[in-house]
């Protein structure tokens, strides 16, 4: 039920009030991702008391701080084991995850591997600029072969993390990504991961003016945020095109990125599995008690 | 479903109250009683049995067992599981604890209490894993970057093992700071005799939640409740408090506030003071024969069990021997370790490491006497002869 019109109720209701102003830079795309999960939120309606976020270290990672809810600010690629601690303590939390590139794909990979792997509860939304931001430029997994980063200044040459690809993989539930510069689907999007029992992913491409989009020619703000209507394929045409499309076609698309919902399925997450154990355990102990009575 | 401590549950679970137990589990045992609802665990030895014993125990209490991927998402999941409410712990050994320490300084920094037991072995590195040592006693209290306050017990006996996990509960929940059972592979993997404590004989300490009006209230600063007292109360996650925490330099409201010299000086002395200002009510030390005493071991942990045999070949031989034991060795007791410098010729300290407690103990003695340091390394105990050869040099 969404009671709020405006962006401006948005804010006031979602925003913590002493925090700003952002540390973010003009044409930065980490606001944009952060106001399509107001609306998700507002759409689901679900008490503020109730849902904690957590995030690692970069700029994505400071979001939380701007959001009035319980935030875990914690160290670098870290949020999301830590989060998994927060969801084992207390079950009736959403728990929502904000990460970024370097943070998620690159230091942090290994939990993300494994928290995907256990099916862990919690909606992990990460944003990808394709650099690490906050420290000025350097190469991020996810950079495009032949990117200029501070750290690749002759161009990029390791093949970039197709961070959705690996959540399929690991059988996460919901795997999603989307840019920043189309509104409306990452909202249902955002909204259908949060829902979701089990691990979901929502991936954001997301521009970098300041490190990344400056460095790699990418022209002002507008051009840049162009880029990612231009590089960017819904996943349904991309298959098509693949599959039926003429040479001359494939060639066009084939280097673009696919958007769209990649996997949405059921399977029972960890803290569900772990419930029917502690069940199974306590009726086996009921039982024996029976028995021996 | 939410864990709730149930003493009997508890009890049943463990069985008899006398028990022929391993150190390990004891550490396992102290935990589940003190009511730790919440482990994240990575096997390494000494400590795997730690773990195991929890996975077996804890999902009949009521608590929550996770096998992290590795040692950082071990601690980072008890840290997260306490802010979330739950009284959390997690076991590892020397190499363990060295990836533990960037976020062991995060639950410094972002006052979160919880327990790390340390079955210590030896380094640098992969060391001796299935060996006893004490690697870790300098690590625990300056492994991670910046300034803190350590709290760090070590037990001597299995039944310490269980008193002290329970102890470090205690402790952590009193000053939100992380407390550590510096536990090793000989006591971790010696079989004794304990018994249960009954539950009108524990006293458990819990975190003081925080209640006051919402508009009120201040994450980061002194208590709101308690008087005089440097610990913040604690915000769970899901109150409704709201709360921001984060590693970085903060002020009092949790807002970020990393370029600003005096909030970073308000923060650090603050989280460093609730400990030290206590300094004197913690100690815990045993003192042996002490009183008449011209020599004296200074010994901790699995040391001090030859350095007592040591001691009473030497008090049969005439020889006035008498032994201090460091049950929590961090915060130091330097006034302790000073007045017996002043009262004893000599101080002998035996080590299962080249010297790390040793140096406290200098600190301490103002060469007021002089201080040996007694290593022993290579993952065997000191001899009580090897100990006794060190009184002869007198």
Redesign the interface.
């Known amino acids: 039920m969404v009671e709020i019109k405006t962006a401006e109720e948005l804010n006031k209701k979602f925003l913590r009030e002493g925090m700003w102003p952002t540390i973010f830079c003009n044409g930065c795309g980490h606001g944009v991702v952060l106001e399509y999960t107001f609306w998700a939120l507002e759409e689901i309606g679900w008490d503020m008391d109730k849902v904690v976020f957590a995030s690692g270290i970069g700029c994505s990672s400071r979001l939380p701080g701007y959001i009035n809810a319980d935030g875990l600010h914690t160290t670098h690629g870290r949020a999301i084991a830590f989060a998994t601690g927060i969801k084992a303590a207390d079950p009736d939390l959403n728990v929502i995850i904000f990460t970024g590139d370097g943070d998620c794909a690159g230091i942090g990979g290994n939990h993300f591997i494994h928290a995907a792997r256990r099916n862990i509860d919690m909606t992990v939304i990460m944003i990808n600029n394709f650099i690490y931001g906050m420290t000025g430029g350097q190469l991020a997994p996810t950079a495009p072969l032949g990117s200029i980063a501070t750290t690749a200044p002759y161009g990029n040459v390791e093949h970039p993390f197709d961070i959705c690809n690996l959540a399929c993989a690991l059988g996460a539930n919901y795997v999603a990504r989307w840019t920043v510069t189309h509104p409306y689907q990452p909202i249902k999007s955002i909204k259908e991961g949060l829902q979701k029992k089990g691990f979901s992913l929502l991936e954001f491409l997301a521009p970098c003016p300041t490190a990344y989009g400056r460095r790699n020619k990418l022209g002002d703000i507008k051009k840049h945020w162009a880029w990612y209507d231009n590089n960017t394929i819904l996943k349904e045409d991309y298959e098509k095109i693949m599959k039926y499309g003429t040479e001359k076609e494939k060639e066009q698309v084939k280097d673009k990125i696919p958007l769209g919902v990649f996997q949405d399925i059921q399977k029972p997450g960890f803290f569900e599995l772990y419930d029917d154990l502690v069940k199974r355990l306590k009726e086996k102990e009921t039982k024996k008690g029976e028995s021996k009575k | ?3 709730i401590r149930d003493p009997k549950r508890i009890r049943e679970v463990l069985g008899k109250k006398v028990q022929f137990l391993l150190g390990d589990m004891a550490c396992v045992y102290g935990g589940l009683l003190a009511g730790c ?2 482990f ?1 665990g990575y096997p390494i030895t000494p400590a795997s049995e730690v773990a195991e014993g929890m996975a077996r125990m804890l ?2 209490v ?1 608590g ?1 067992y ?1 096998q ?3 040692e ?3 601690i ?11 009284k ?1 712990m997690t076991a590892t050994s020397g190499p363990g604890f060295s990836l533990m320490m ?2 062991y300084g ?1 639950a410094v920094m972002t006052e979160t209490p919880c327990v790390i037991v340390n079955v210590q072995r030896t380094g640098p590195s992969t060391g001796q894993p299935t060996l006893g040592a004490q690697g870790d006693m300098m690590q625990v209290r300056w492994g991670t970057h910046g300034d803190l306050e350590a709290l760090a017990l070590a037990p001597s006996t299995v039944q310490e093992c269980l008193d002290f996990t329970i102890e470090a509960f205690n402790l952590s929940e009193k000053y939100r700071n992380p407390a550590c059972v510096m536990t090793d592979g000989e006591i971790g993997h010696l079989r004794e005799r304990i018994i249960i404590p009954d539950e009108k004989d524990m006293n458990l300490i819990e975190r003081v939640p925080a209640t006051i009006d919402k508009n009120k209230y201040i994450p980061f600063t002194n208590s709101q409740t308690i008087k005089d007292c440097k610990v913040p109360d604690f ?1 769970t ?12 330099t903060h002020n009092e ?1 949790g ?2 506030a990393t370029d600003k010299q005096p909030d970073h000086e308000k923060l650090v002395k603050r989280i460093t003071e609730k400990i030290c200002d206590d300094a004197d009510k913690l100690v815990m030390i045993e003192k042996l024969n002490l009183d008449n005493a011209d020599i004296a071991f200074v010994t901790y942990g699995a040391t001090a069990r030859p350095a007592e045999s040591a001691m009473e070949m030497a008090r049969n031989n005439g020889i006035k021997v008498g032994l201090l034991r460091l049950k929590l060795v961090w915060p130091f007791p330097e006034k302790e370790l000073a007045k017996l410098a002043k009262n004893v010729d000599k101080i002998i300290v035996p080590e299962m490491n080249l010297g790390q407690i040793v140096h406290p103990v200098i600190e301490a003695a103002k060469g007021n006497c002089e201080v040996v340091c007694a290593p022993k390394i290579g993952g065997e105990m000191h001899n009580p002869d090897e100990l006794y050869k060190y009184l002869e040099g007198k």
């Open positions: 479903m939410k864990y609802s919440f994240g999902p009949r009521g929550t996770i992290m991927e590795d950082i998402g071990s980072a999941a008890v840290i997260g599981a306490a802010w979330g409410g739950s959390s960037e976020n995060y915000p996650f899901g109150t409704g408090y709201r709360t921001y925490v984060t590693g970085l409201k807002f970020p």
